[in-house]
């Protein structure tokens, strides 16, 4: 068994460590064995580490969890993902309180150049689906492919990962249980289905329990590996708010369709929107045009000569350089708020100095 593959599947079973406090051990102690090795007093010196949690480390029967575990992995041929490697979804690892442990099993690269998230209620109206099936079946005739992320739960999930396998475009289902089961039971045909061009993804290991509050915790993981999250419909409270919530937190992009005010599953939706928290969705293009994904996109803004920078300007531009960089990682370098760092960025956009990508990324002209 291989040793290391071991330790960081043992690491995300240690109870009470969660995930930010996993990546500082690791941060910390540099090998993840020395973290199950460390003495007490050594463990406490972590940030987020206190007495209690450097007794569950020294005590934990995680290793042999995490042995069971891996021998259930290898029979049914699922992998595992560490947050360090070069498989496990790239734009998930920026965010803070992504899974230190992935299991997959599937067919598809989770990293793709366009990756988008839909979700929505459990009891999708007719035009819900419609509006659903019409936005996949667009993507693919406009010839964008695109990785389409969802839950696997009943209505507006289970509609987008349908529209997806019949237009031929890959799909994901981020599960809010282990591998050994699918849930709900009446989705175990299309979940095989999914397997073969696309996969299950989860970060709960074999034999947990269905638990509610899991799937309200999978739902970061559905904002946090995409580009953008798409909410078809909603009504004011549900898992579908609470993505589109965790998506802003990570700086992606949101969209909601609009419906009547009456509706009680357009409410959520209308109210993303008149919350400036998503983009009125109508079509595929108004994607297109704010991810910058037009197929050949005219430029808005001409590019202004002699433009005069203030000194903060001068600071991200100089940042940017010639890479391409998230407005977080813009603001760590910087040193400066993120809403201070919105501003002088959206001034530089119009300037036609710098362009926005897709995910909030950005980069010179």
Same mark, same amino acid.
């Given at each position: 068994m291989?040793?290391t593959l071991? #330790?960081k599947? @043992?690491? %995300?079973?240690?109870?009470?460590?969660g995930n930010i406090? @996993?990546k500082?051990l690791i941060?910390h102690?540099?090998n993840?064995?020395d973290?199950f090795?460390?003495?007490?007093?050594d463990?406490?010196k972590?940030?987020?580490?206190? $007495?209690f949690l450097?007794?569950?480390?020294?005590k934990?029967?995680?290793?042999k969890?995490?042995e069971k575990?891996i021998?259930f992995?290898e029979?049914?041929?699922?992998?595992?993902l560490?947050?360090?490697?070069?498989?496990?979804p790239e734009k998930l690892k920026?965010c803070e309180?992504? +899974?230190?442990?992935? #299991?997959?099993?599937?067919?598809?690269?989770l !990293?793709?150049q366009k990756?988008i998230?839909?979700v929505?209620?459990?009891?999708?109206?007719?035009?819900?689906? &419609?509006?659903?099936?019409?936005?996949i079946?667009d993507?693919?005739?406009?010839g964008?492919?695109?990785?389409?992320v %969802?839950g696997?739960?009943?209505?507006?999930?289970v509609c987008?990962?349908?529209?997806?396998?019949k237009?031929?475009?890959?799909t994901i289902a981020?599960?809010?249980?282990?591998?050994?089961t699918?849930? +709900?039971?009446?989705?175990k045909?299309?979940?095989?289905e999914i397997i073969?061009?696309?996969?299950l993804l989860?970060?709960?290991? !074999?034999n947990?329990?269905?638990?509610?509050?899991?799937?309200v915790?999978?739902?970061?993981i559905?904002?946090?590996m995409a &580009?953008?999250t798409?909410?078809?419909e909603?009504?004011?409270?549900?898992g579908s708010l609470?993505?589109? $919530?965790?998506?802003?937190s990570?700086?992606? &992009?949101?969209f909601?369709?609009?419906?009547?005010?009456n509706?009680?599953y357009?409410s959520g939706?209308n109210?993303?929107?008149k919350?400036?928290r998503?983009?009125?969705m109508?079509n595929? %293009?108004d994607l297109?045009?704010?991810?910058?994904?037009?197929q050949?996109?005219?430029q808005?803004?001409?590019?202004q000569?002699?433009? $005069?920078l !203030?000194n &903060?300007?001068?600071i991200?531009?100089?940042?940017?350089? $010639?890479?391409?960089?998230?407005?977080?990682?813009? /603001?760590?370098?910087a040193n400066?708020?993120m /809403?201070?760092?919105s501003?002088?960025?959206?001034?530089?956009?119009?300037s036609?100095?710098i362009?926005s990508? +897709?995910?909030k990324?950005y980069k010179r002209?």
């Open positions: 291989n040793n071991l #330790y599947t @043992a690491l %995300s079973m240690i109870s009470g460590i406090n @996993a500082r941060a102690f540099g993840i064995e973290i090795k460390a003495k007490k007093k463990l406490l972590v940030q987020g580490i206190g $007495e450097a007794n569950e480390i020294s934990t029967d995680a290793l969890k995490a575990e021998v992995t029979k049914h041929k699922i992998e595992v560490f947050f360090l490697d070069n498989n496990y920026h309180d992504a +899974p230190v442990v992935l #299991y997959y099993k599937g067919t598809e690269k !990293n793709r990756i998230s839909i929505g209620t459990r009891n999708a109206t007719r035009q819900g689906k &419609d509006n659903c099936n019409e936005l079946k993507l693919k005739t406009l964008h492919k695109p990785l389409i %969802s696997l739960a009943y209505g507006v999930d987008a990962h349908q529209a997806a396998l237009n031929d475009l890959p981020v599960l809010g249980h282990g591998l050994h699918v849930y +709900p039971a009446a989705h045909k299309i979940a095989k073969e061009s696309g996969g989860t970060e709960f290991p !074999n947990s329990k269905l638990d509610p509050s899991n799937f915790r999978r739902n970061r559905i904002a946090g &580009d953008a798409i909410v078809i909603s009504a004011k409270k549900g609470i993505t589109a $919530e965790l998506a802003n990570y700086n992606r &992009d949101v909601a369709y609009p419906g009547r005010v509706d009680k357009s939706c109210w993303l929107i919350t400036n998503a983009a009125l109508e595929v %293009s297109e045009y704010i991810l910058g994904w037009q050949n996109p005219k808005a803004v001409q590019k000569l002699f433009v $005069e !203030n &903060d300007e001068k991200l531009m100089d940042i940017l350089g $010639e890479e391409e960089l998230s407005i977080d990682i813009i /603001s760590v370098k400066m708020p /809403s201070k760092v501003a002088l960025l959206l001034n530089l956009e119009f036609g100095l362009r990508l +897709p995910g990324i002209q």
